[in-house]
């Protein structure tokens, strides 16, 4: 069926080094280089404006996004911008999809159809569910993926989007192992081989890739034995031999054990795309700006000069994760998880980046920010006051402290800067509501950045949902007490976010 944008980018890929000249294939490279994807997650409190964030995609060179869900601004913000869109929908909707095609219709004609009709938006894929298959997720979603697949497809069918629109399953690389513990010894993980077996064929009778998250951080993560240069791209790592090929970075092995998981299942020309990968630069000793820079440039080149792996030369198509961090996600993964940004909650750039357009990175432009103003802890009050654990872990409980966490980047703050820290996050987050600094008279604004070293004291972007709150200002400006900044939280809504 219809098979289009990728079915071309096979035959170009296959190509090289065989027919090509090198002109044409550097021709090739640079066409190749339109293929760079990333990932735009919007769980944070204090989202980039979706007409930012566009802007910021086009003015470096992303042509393909990936969203998690069908956000209504981020959509009508695509709308004609000439970015092809992934979108995304979440495992809680796969129950309801699989459970009717009615549903799957629905859910078409309201966030698929109606947004390519009448806003323009250049949707290509549908990924159905995300990683529904993670080991940790037991078997909660195996009965219920497959169907909704099978139901998004014919409802894309039915609206005549059967061309234009794929539908696939983002998985997490755990769906697979191998026995050997090398590539070629690739099979779909027991327990789910069958099921596997049965996306994968319906898949590619509907011409669509297999989608799949691959992640040499968590390698490293899991593994404190895990050989730090085979997470990254250098080619210093000691290779690890399989039969005539020698592999010296764990994405080519991981992605090749996938490679041959499809070609024993009788898949082995299957389209396969990396939905996700990236590498974030805090919460976690290993996730720094140094490691992410090195791990995120490495990729980068090798997406520019169109590079496959050793048993799949054609390179897949590739979606970064992440474009921005992502305040208000669940860290339970762990800290590093709100910080898998190439660039800051705020759009500002974090380390240097070479585009494939040759080309450095570029922050957003025109961020509106609340007041150059932080909350501190109040110089005359002491460190050892009683009251001062109880308000830090308030402040931490509904605003993101993982900077503070061991390994982090301001872990090396000292026990006064560390408190000061929890209550700006929280004030920030509350966006500078007046009593959102009154941790029982413990804490002062102040309009001196108190940033250090590594340390960044944040300002929130001013996304005006304070204005609309005015009404409460007279109410939290009485509380002083840590029960009182509960209802700065109400007001401004996050005490629904589940941070
Ligand atoms: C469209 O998608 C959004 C977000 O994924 C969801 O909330 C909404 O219910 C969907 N619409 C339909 C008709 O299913
Ligand atoms: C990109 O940034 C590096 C340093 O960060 C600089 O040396 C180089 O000139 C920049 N390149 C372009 C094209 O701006
Ligand atoms: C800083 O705060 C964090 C979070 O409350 C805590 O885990 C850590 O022990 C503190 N460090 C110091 C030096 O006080
Ligand atoms: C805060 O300080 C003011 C003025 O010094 C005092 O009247 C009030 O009782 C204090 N509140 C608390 C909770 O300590």
Redesign the pocket.
Known sequence: MGCRAYCSLVLLGLAVGVLLSTAQAQAQAQAQAQAMGINWGTRATHPLPPDITVRLLQDNGFAKVKLFEADDLALRALGRSGIQVMLGIPNEYLVPLASSVRVAEQWVMQNVSYYISKFGVDIRYVAVGNEPFLKTYKSLYQQTTFPALQNIQAALIKAGLGRQVHATVPLNADVYETSTGVPSGGDFRADIRDLMISIVGFLQNNGAPVAINIYPFLSLYADPHFPIDYAFFGGGAAPVVDGSVTYTNVFEANYDTLIWALEKNGFGSMNVIVGEIGWPTDGDPNANLEYAGRFNQGLIDRITRGMGTPKRPTPPEIYIFALIDEDAKSIQPGNFERHWGLLYYDGTVKYPLTLENGQNLTGAVGVKYLDRQWCVLAPEASIADP?IPGAVDYACQYSDCTSLSYGSSCSGLDARSNVSYAFNQFYQTANQQKGACMF??LSVITQTDPSQGTCRFEIMIDTGRHELTSNTDRAVARA??VVGIWSVLAAVGLAAINL
């Open positions: 009251n029982s008279n002083s007490a």
